[in-house]
């Protein structure tokens, strides 16, 4: 008898498992994967607050960034830049594994190559069923926490639902040429209703990647033949990886005996399909709940609701501004992209708003609700600040 049953471990299940297990909890991790550190079709870009809260060794860090251009279709671009690194682009895989080992190290058990056929719970605990390579196996445990990814079918089979709405991601590692700050593209032709980008990742190396509503892969080869004709890119150093990234949250992440984080929750930006930062924060919700509940040895879902509350006060209405501008945004022609990079240069908006305070890297809904306020966007986007507002202000009552 475990006291929780992790199912998935990645940064988000690893993480829980080491904080966890920190606290003297019996902690399983159960993996499909023969080890951690699979995932590569994520760019690993992240903040400086979410650099701090990872446990990790800076030989992963691949890059740090203080400037970027964006690029309107037509190719002009708007280039932001800061005194001091706002980002630090990551060894994905790198990252994974070695939150993974801390965890172990802080006393987690982990089961590589495990596949998790169901999840069976009862009053008295919770049963994991699955297969390894010597046959079926079982697992029991007075909690269990879903960090399987999105897309997972566990939410689904246990009463939860599913996430609907979901952007799709290819990337692939290149030989890049002189390029020192990362790069964003627009364009229906090379990502329709999101974006591309270019990251360095040292030593020559970068990352050249875009999401899009379905089928990547014919538009990350018009984006890698696009780069190589620029001469930004001289040779593609791997296999295209791809991903999907669930762009609404999950309804309800918690029920009797269990607790959902991280992509399995949806806790991810729908600006940028980021959810390395969101993952973090919510695990540590996670954390404190479980500990409590085994404390007060009460696994119920009203019990457990607590955690869903806590994230959702902090991130609800983050997510829902971010989703509503990216829903404004796909909506938009190539032209009218163009239009709206005309403004914002002319008036330098950019400019101004990198000079608040208040505009981070992982937060966007200050960001969104600044640009539309200008009023030489008020009347561009007039409809969008009027919906943006008035579900700001909604979230704001709830």
Same mark, same amino acid.
Request: charged share 20%.
């Given at each position: 008898?475990?006291?929780?049953?992790?199912?998935?471990?990645?940064?988000?299940?690893?993480?829980?498992?080491?904080?966890?297990?920190?606290?003297?909890?019996?902690?399983?991790?159960?993996?499909?994967?023969?080890?951690?550190?699979?995932?590569?079709?994520? %760019?690993?870009?992240?903040?400086?607050?979410?650099?701090?809260?990872?446990?990790?060794?800076?030989?992963?860090?691949?890059?740090?960034?203080?400037?970027?251009?964006?690029?309107?279709?037509?190719?002009?671009?708007?280039?932001?830049?800061?005194? %001091?690194?706002?980002?630090?682009?990551?060894?994905?895989?790198?990252?994974?594994?070695?939150?993974?080992?801390?965890?172990?190290?802080?006393?987690?058990?982990?089961?590589?190559?495990?596949?998790?056929?169901?999840?069976?719970?009862?009053?008295?605990?919770?049963?994991?069923?699955?297969?390894?390579?010597?046959?079926?196996?079982?697992?029991?445990?007075?909690?269990?926490?879903? @960090?399987?990814?999105?897309?997972?079918?566990?939410?689904?089979? #246990?009463? #939860?639902?599913?996430?609907?709405?979901?952007?799709?991601?290819?990337?692939?590692?290149?030989?890049?040429?002189?390029?020192?700050?990362?790069?964003?593209?627009?364009?229906?032709?090379?990502?329709?209703?999101?974006?591309?980008?270019?990251?360095? @990742?040292?030593?020559?190396?970068?990352?050249?990647?875009?999401?899009?509503?379905?089928?990547?892969?014919?538009?990350?080869?018009?984006?890698?033949?696009?780069?190589?004709?620029?001469?930004?890119?001289?040779?593609?150093?791997?296999?295209?990886?791809?991903?999907?990234?669930?762009?609404?949250?999950?309804?309800?992440?918690?029920?009797?005996?269990?607790?959902?984080?991280?992509?399995?929750?949806?806790?991810?930006?729908?600006? %940028?399909?980021?959810?390395?930062?969101?993952?973090?924060?919510?695990?540590?919700?996670?954390?404190?709940?479980?500990?409590?509940?085994?404390?007060?040895?009460?696994?119920?879902?009203?019990?457990?609701?607590?955690?869903?509350?806590?994230?959702?006060?902090?991130?609800?209405?983050?997510?829902?501004?971010?989703?509503?501008?990216?829903?404004?945004?796909?909506? #938009?022609?190539?032209?009218?992209?163009?239009?709206?990079?005309?403004?914002?240069?002319?008036?330098?908006?950019?400019?101004?708003?990198?000079?608040?305070?208040?505009?981070?890297?992982?937060?966007?809904?200050?960001?969104?609700?600044?640009?539309?306020?200008?009023?030489?966007?008020?009347?561009?986007?007039?409809?969008?600040?009027?919906?943006?507002?008035?579900?700001?202000?909604?979230?704001?009552?709830?």
């Amino acid at each position: 008898m475990y006291d929780v049953i992790i199912v998935g471990a990645g940064i988000a299940g690893s993480y829980t498992a080491g904080k966890l297990a920190g606290q003297g909890l019996r902690v399983c991790v159960l993996e499909k994967n023969a080890h951690a550190g699979h995932k590569s079709s994520c %760019t690993g870009i992240v903040s400086r607050d979410c650099f701090e809260l990872l446990p990790v060794d800076t030989r992963i860090v691949q890059w740090q960034a203080r400037s970027a251009k964006i690029f309107s279709p037509s190719g002009k671009y708007i280039r932001v830049e800061r005194e %001091t690194t706002q980002a630090y682009i990551l060894d994905r895989p790198a990252l994974d594994l070695s939150i993974a080992k801390q965890a172990e190290a802080s006393g987690a058990e982990f089961h590589f190559s495990t596949y998790v056929s169901g999840i069976h719970k009862d009053a008295k605990s919770v049963r994991v069923q699955g297969s390894d390579k010597n046959g079926q196996v079982s697992f029991e445990s007075k909690v269990v926490v879903i @960090a399987s990814g999105f897309g997972t079918s566990f939410t689904k089979a #246990l009463g #939860l639902g599913q996430i609907n709405e979901y952007a799709q991601g290819a990337q692939v590692e290149v030989v890049n040429k002189d390029i020192e700050e990362v790069e964003v593209y627009s364009g229906t032709d090379i990502a329709p209703g999101f974006f591309a980008w270019l990251v360095p @990742a040292g030593a020559g190396r970068a990352k050249a990647g875009l999401l899009c509503r379905n089928n990547p892969g014919p538009y990350i080869k018009i984006l890698l033949e696009h780069l190589q004709q620029q001469g930004k890119i001289e040779a593609v150093r791997s296999n295209i990886s791809y991903g999907a990234v669930p762009l609404k949250p999950l309804a309800r992440t918690y029920a009797d005996r269990l607790i959902v984080i991280g992509d399995a929750a949806g806790q991810v930006k729908p600006t %940028t399909g980021g959810g390395i930062y969101f993952g973090l924060l919510c695990a540590r919700i996670a954390v404190g709940t479980i500990c409590d509940t085994i404390k007060n040895n009460n696994f119920s879902a009203r019990n457990l609701s607590v955690y869903q509350k806590k994230w959702h006060e902090m991130l609800k209405r983050e997510l829902a501004i971010d989703y509503w501008a990216h829903k404004f945004y796909r909506k #938009l022609s190539d032209r009218q992209i163009e239009h709206i990079f005309d403004i914002i240069e002319h008036h330098s908006i950019h400019e101004s708003l990198l000079a608040s305070p208040d505009i981070t890297f992982d937060w966007h809904s200050n960001v969104i609700l600044d640009a539309i306020k200008h009023r030489s966007l008020d009347k561009s986007l007039g409809k969008l600040n009027l919906r943006l507002a008035s579900h700001s202000n909604n979230s704001k009552r709830r």
